[in-house]
């Protein structure tokens, strides 16, 4: 629990990392950047597809459309192009989603997909990922909107004046 | 004025960290007149530059130097992890003072002492201590003001018949005091307070130091090394500045304030050929005994929003449960305290992934959530070592940290989650989650205050036994981790303590 815990923050910092990638960057376009990460574009689409519905198993919210789950996907993507570990961790984690069945992990319908996953969960690389989406998908502020979290509110001047006490349902008297 | 001390210059006491202990100790110098010099490892920021941003508030005040083992999640920034912490500041209690006459030792590997000092010797120092920290409901201070995730708790603390339940005790300013703002309810204490409405060094001990003259601090320094006469007392610290260039600062007396890994770190790395195992270590004390508190984190799905991001993340406490009663099936107590968090750490304490884990998540509005901590017993075994062969970027050795739940403390764990569940149950929760959560956000021991030398590595002010003129400054003193936040005891003991030196000099045996 200790490690496994060590491990799931270090990945904050790779959010970190993330973001001032991403932001560092002009109007990302995802082709163009996971084609740097994968070397060609039919290749960088298939991991675009394949990771985008990962993500979407990993942290599952009806609400939230697959836009947002391939945008921040595309993040991550970008990122491992400047991180050679992350890349050959998304490396592995596609061999060996598409290697488990006799079709390719994108060609399985969904419960398959998810059965999959949870074939490999106890493999390292898959703590990578899904700390690495965890990271990425909970600080993308797309995702905030549909979860109803604002993020920062100093510039808002905090809730002081906006309901962090307005609380009405509770039991009277307490 | 900030004022530049010579290196050579051997009158100045030399203060390492300006963090809670460090900062404290260090002002509380300076305002007596003593020339202090404090190095500080990390950068100094200033309100402008803090963010409601974690991840980026991160990688501007947390510690990212190689470590190994159990995590420390603590900050290496001017002001220290009380740019991070919460400020929730509960007093030690009297028979946690005495750990082992209480609860009489656990087993044959906890180490359970008596605290050298009581709480009636702390007492006037918790009153100093609060009142510097502007600490809610004392001193003429107001309770800080009730969240929503308090008012849940607070109303599920009354179904299931808990009495004490207080949103006092917090040192965060409710109103605008001593030239620091009132809290604006902005919500991300824990990456640092862009009001300076929670207590940090920052700006509070560290400019107020600056001003008597006397105080230099020097940021972006690393302690490596303290050297000693051959007599045997200390003379001067070797710090490496940004460009990795070492310099020694001669010292009349230092006091160490690292925070608990650094702390051992700094102590064992010093070793020399009279004191081979490290300062401070002829016991082999010095790095066991870590302790750092048990903790548990609980989230419930309410029936209705809660919305508990808006405003303080830890701003209430239930007290019922602190008390030593064994008929739970566990020695000394624990604390129940509000906690609020954002999207990504509640997934992240709900840990796992699909829809386990967003069942949380999907409902964020809808969380209430608390934080336990109780007493954890020291163990031998529970220790801070440094690595034999790996180095970090200042070619110091890694610090390793082992540390393991005693099962008393799992026993504690398990009893608070199952109270936390009656709590929210009986206002309607729908889901519950409750957990460990081995941060190492409370650090303590590894330098404890023993009346025989042979138990610990200090003695009651926090001076090393066998060396006159080196202190400990922070939470490596605690003789036991007793169940309250740490913070107001390492602050108390740090205004003691610098009585004591203030003192020492004057009779001119320091
Ligand atoms: C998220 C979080 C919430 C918390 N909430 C609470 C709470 O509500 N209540 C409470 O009581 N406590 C809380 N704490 C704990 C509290 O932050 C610590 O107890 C307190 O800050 C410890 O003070 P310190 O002086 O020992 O160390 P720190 O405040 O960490 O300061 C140590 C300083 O020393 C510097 N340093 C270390 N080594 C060296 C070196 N070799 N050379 C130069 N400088 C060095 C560091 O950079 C740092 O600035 C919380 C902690 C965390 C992480
Ligand atoms: S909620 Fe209050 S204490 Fe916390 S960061 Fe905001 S202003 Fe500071």
Not at chain 2, 154 to 170: L, M
Not at chain 2, 422 to 430: N, V
Request: proline letters at 5%; glycine letters at 10%.
């Amino acid at each position: 629990m200790n490690d496994s815990f060590t491990t799931r923050r270090r990945f904050i910092v790779a959010a970190v990392t993330l973001s001032t990638i991403t932001t560092s960057l002009s109007s990302p376009s995802w082709l163009s950047l996971s084609a740097a990460w994968a070397g060609s574009t039919d290749d960088s689409a298939a991991a675009q597809t394949l990771f985008t519905g990962a993500a979407r198993l990993l942290f599952p919210h009806d609400r939230i459309p697959d836009s947002v789950y391939a945008s921040v996907m595309t993040n991550v993507l970008a990122a491992a192009a400047n991180d050679p570990g992350l890349s050959s961790t998304l490396q592995s984690a596609e061999d060996s989603l598409n290697s488990r069945r006799s079709q390719p992990w994108v060609a399985l319908e969904s419960p398959e997909q998810l059965a999959v996953l949870q074939e490999l969960q106890g493999e390292s690389f898959f703590v990578v990922l899904t700390e690495t989406v965890r990271g990425n998908f909970y600080y993308h502020p797309d995702v905030w909107k549909y979860i109803d979290y604002p993020g920062s509110s100093k510039e808002f001047g905090g809730y002081i004046h906006r309901g962090f006490d307005d609380i009405d349902w509770l039991p009277e008297g307490s | 004025m900030s004022k530049l001390f010579e290196l050579k210059d051997g009158s100045v006491v030399v203060v390492i960290g300006s963090g809670a202990g460090g900062g404290t100790v260090a002002n509380e110098l300076a305002q007596k007149g003593i020339d202090v010099v404090c190095l500080e490892a990390g950068s100094r920021l200033t309100l402008a530059d803090i963010v409601n941003d974690p991840p980026a508030m991160d990688a501007k005040i947390g510690w990212h130097d190689k470590r190994m083992g159990s995590m420390a999640w603590i900050c290496k920034t001017v002001g220290g992890t009380t740019m991070r912490w919460s400020g929730v500041t509960p007093r030690i209690q009297e028979h946690e003072f005495k750990a082992l006459s209480t609860y009489g030792q656990f087993d044959a590997g906890t180490t359970l002492i008596d605290w050298p000092i009581t709480l009636d010797e702390l007492a006037p120092y918790y009153d100093k201590a609060e009142d510097k920290m502007g600490v809610s409901g004392t001193h003429g201070i107001p309770p800080s003001a009730e969240t929503n995730n308090f008012k849940v708790m607070k109303a599920g603390a009354k179904r299931v018949g808990y009495k004490e339940v207080t949103s006092t005790r917090t040192a965060i300013n409710p109103v605008a005091r001593d030239g620091r703002a009132g809290c604006q309810q902005l919500g991300f204490c824990n990456s640092g307070c862009a009001m300076g409405a929670k207590w940090s060094t920052l700006y509070t001990e560290v400019p107020a130091a600056e001003k008597t003259g006397n105080f230099e601090l020097r940021t972006e320094v690393m302690a490596v090394k303290i050297n000693h006469s051959k007599s045997g007392q200390v003379t001067g610290v070797v710090y490496a500045d940004k460009a990795g260039i070492l310099h020694e600062q001669k010292a009349r007396a230092i006091c160490v304030a690292g925070n608990v890994v650094e702390t051992t770190r700094l102590l064992l790395n010093s070793a020399s050929p009279m004191f081979p195992e490290g300062l401070g270590n002829s016991s082999d004390h010095v790095g066991r005994n870590y302790m750092r508190h048990m903790f548990a984190i609980t989230n419930a799905v309410m029936p209705n929003p809660v919305n508990y991001h808006r405003g303080t993340r830890q701003s209430g406490i239930i007290l019922d449960e602190q008390y030593h009663k064994p008929g739970r099936g566990f020695a000394g107590g624990y604390i129940l305290e509000t906690l609020g968090l954002d999207p990504w750490n509640l997934s992240n304490i709900v840990g796992g992934w699909g829809s386990d884990n967003t069942k949380f998540t999907d409902k964020f509005t809808y969380i209430a959530g608390a934080f336990v901590t109780g007493e954890d017993p020291p163990e031998a075994a529970n220790r801070i070592t440094l690595h034999a062969t790996e180095k970090d970027a200042n070619g110091l050795p890694v610090p390793v940290l082992t540390y393991r739940d005693h099962p008393n403390s799992l026993a504690m764990r398990e009893h608070s989650i199952k109270m936390l569940r009656e709590l929210y149950e009986s206002l309607g929760a729908t889901e519950f989650h409750g957990g460990d959560v081995p941060l190492g956000a409370h650090n303590m021991g590894v330098a404890r205050m023993s009346a025989k030398a042979e138990d610990g590595v200090t003695n009651r002010w926090g001076q090393i036994h066998d060396i006159p003129n080196l202190f400990v400054s922070d939470g490596s003193v605690f003789s036991t981790s007793a169940a309250a936040n740490p913070t107001l005891t390492i602050v108390a003991l740090a205004i003691r303590q610098a009585d004591h030196i203030a003192a020492r000099m004057n009779q001119k045996t320091l």
